[in-house]
């Protein structure tokens, strides 16, 4: 039974991810989370490589990046709990509003390619109004200070679209931190 259970705890990832075949070239939030995943494709790379690439990426991204981990298939897939404090900052009538964002990233190995998943878990603050789940299911809303509903505007999506795709950006640099760069591209500039 043990072994049937571990077998079903190997695979929710698996299933959960390939049932996601929406895909784009970047993140971009909606109103519903994160709708799409990102591929990258990185000739040259095993499985191996790029699954060495991520931890170490984690290793000098994520405090205590062990504990963060929430799945871990060697080579195949790796998903951690990440927080960015004061991730987003708003001002209101001259007033600046931050809040914290915790997301789990998830990274899909196959084929010399990394398919990135990115979803919010939380998005909060002491000092700050609270973003809440509001309206239709994961429709990401926060109340203003007089209680009022205020829906996710331009603003705070670029900003949590920067820290989703600053994600690949980051983890990009650490799979090709062993690039060789042509004498021609380098410029004294």
């Given at each position: 039974?043990?072994?049937?259970?571990a077998g079903l705890m190997i695979l929710i990832p698996f299933i959960s991810v390939s049932q996601s075949t929406n895909t784009a070239d970047k993140f971009s939030i909606t109103p519903e989370g994160f709708t799409q995943s990102v591929v990258r494709e990185y000739t040259g790379k095993t499985d191996s490589d790029l699954y060495e690439s991520i931890i170490l990426w984690a290793k000098y991204t994520i405090d205590n990046y062990e504990s963060a981990i929430v799945r871990d298939v060697s080579n195949e897939y790796i998903e951690f709990r990440m927080f960015v404090p004061q991730g987003i900052a708003l001002e209101e009538d001259g007033e600046v509003y931050k809040w914290d964002v915790m997301m789990e990233v998830g990274f899909r190995l196959r084929d010399q390619e990394i398919r990135y998943d990115i979803g919010l878990v939380e998005v909060s603050s002491p000092d700050a109004p609270t973003f809440a789940l509001e309206g239709a299911p994961n429709e990401w809303s926060f109340f203003d200070?007089?209680?009022q509903t205020r829906s996710l505007n331009e603003k705070s999506q670029e900003q949590i679209n920067l820290i989703a795709n600053n994600v690949i950006r980051?983890?990009?640099?650490?799979?090709?931190?062993d690039a060789e760069i042509p004498e021609e591209e380098i410029s004294d500039e």
């Open positions: 039974m043990k072994s049937l259970l200070n007089d209680g980051s983890v990009s640099a650490y799979v090709n931190r």
